[in-house]
């Protein structure tokens, strides 16, 4: 299901690099892509989109994400998952949102996720340097466990935060939290980079990024981790 709607996502983001659109959106595309021949056949590639749009009374934020792994004899990841978030605010820090998250991961143990939220965000550090924003609040979740007849709903809690703080003019430190919290399970999502701009808007970008359920499915593990070496195009 996201696997099928993330192309049309990403289709509509991309389709915002236009000129006559980067003075509107901002934020950053990045890929990063491993091939390996003779002794060891491996491939793997994953790509990032994350964009916002901000007018006076609206926010719009768009993230799109896609990992995909394989080796000589079958496919060892592939993952999809896309964000939408729509802020109405309220002041300059405070502001009301929606929210809908889809996620497909083949070797998760769920056929797919997918959350619709809502609830208040806050910028408690909004300065040159630093920024820190954060949003809290609840919504419905619909799951499906791989081979499972039915999917499950549940009522979530949920917690999302964006970090950045910029060490010196070409150096910059990411991070973006993701928390949801039920019946079910808790899931929580974290992704931390660094990234050093080698022009104006070309970067290089050392990720690590953590995945974590409280109650996975059977024979699923309940941690997965990823480190990734990126190209970061910073949209301005």
Same mark, same amino acid.
């Given at each position: 299901?996201?696997?099928?709607?993330?192309?049309?996502?990403?289709?509509?983001?991309?389709?915002?690099?236009?000129?006559?659109?980067?003075?509107?959106?901002?934020?950053?595309?990045?890929?990063?892509?491993?091939?390996?021949?003779?002794?060891?056949?491996?491939?793997?590639?994953?790509?990032?989109?994350?964009?916002?749009?901000?007018?006076?009374?609206?926010?719009?934020?768009?993230?799109?994400?896609?990992?995909?792994?394989?080796?000589?004899?079958?496919?060892?990841?592939?993952?999809?998952?896309?964000?939408?978030?729509?802020?109405?605010?309220?002041?300059?820090?405070?502001?009301?949102?929606?929210?809908?998250?889809?996620?497909?991961?083949?070797?998760?143990?769920?056929?797919?996720?997918?959350?619709?939220?809502?609830?208040?965000?806050?910028?408690?550090?909004?300065?040159?340097?630093?920024?820190?924003?954060?949003?809290?609040?609840?919504?419905?979740?619909?799951?499906?466990?791989?081979?499972?007849?039915?999917?499950?709903?549940?009522?979530?809690?949920?917690?999302?935060?964006?970090?950045?703080?910029?060490?010196?003019?070409?150096?910059?430190?990411?991070?973006?939290?993701?928390?949801?919290?039920?019946?079910?399970?808790? /899931?929580?999502? $974290?992704? &931390? !980079? +660094? =990234? *050093? /701009?080698?022009? $104006?808007? &070309? !970067? +290089? =970008? *050392?990720?690590?990024?953590?995945?974590?359920?409280?109650?996975?499915?059977?024979?699923?593990?309940?941690?997965?981790?990823?480190?990734?070496?990126?190209?970061?195009?910073?949209?301005?």
């Amino acid at each position: 299901m996201i696997s099928k709607l993330l192309p049309y996502l990403c289709g509509f983001a991309l389709s915002l690099l236009a000129p006559a659109a980067q003075a509107q959106w901002t934020g950053k595309a990045e890929v990063g892509l491993l091939s390996a021949s003779g002794n060891t056949e491996a491939k793997s590639a994953n790509a990032k989109l994350d964009v916002a749009h901000e007018s006076a009374k609206w926010r719009n934020r768009i993230y799109a994400a896609v990992l995909y792994g394989e080796n000589a004899d079958s496919t060892t990841a592939e993952r999809y998952e896309a964000r939408y978030q729509l802020d109405r605010k309220i002041n300059d820090r405070l502001s009301w949102f929606a929210g809908l998250r889809g996620e497909e991961d083949k070797f998760s143990g769920f056929d797919y996720q997918a959350t619709l939220s809502t609830g208040v965000s806050y910028k408690f550090i909004d300065t040159a340097d630093t920024k820190l924003s954060a949003s809290f609040g609840a919504g419905y979740r619909k799951l499906r466990i791989d081979g499972a007849a039915e999917a499950e709903d549940d009522v979530v809690g949920t917690l999302s935060s964006d970090f950045e703080h910029a060490f010196t003019t070409t150096t910059k430190l990411t991070n973006k939290l993701l928390v949801e919290s039920g019946s079910l399970n808790t /899931s929580v999502q $974290d992704d &931390l !980079a +660094l =990234a *050093v /701009s080698m022009t $104006d808007t &070309l !970067a +290089l =970008a *050392v990720g690590f990024g953590v995945r974590y359920n409280t109650d996975p499915p059977p024979l699923s593990k309940d941690t997965d981790t990823l480190i990734t070496v990126n190209l970061v195009y910073n949209i301005k």
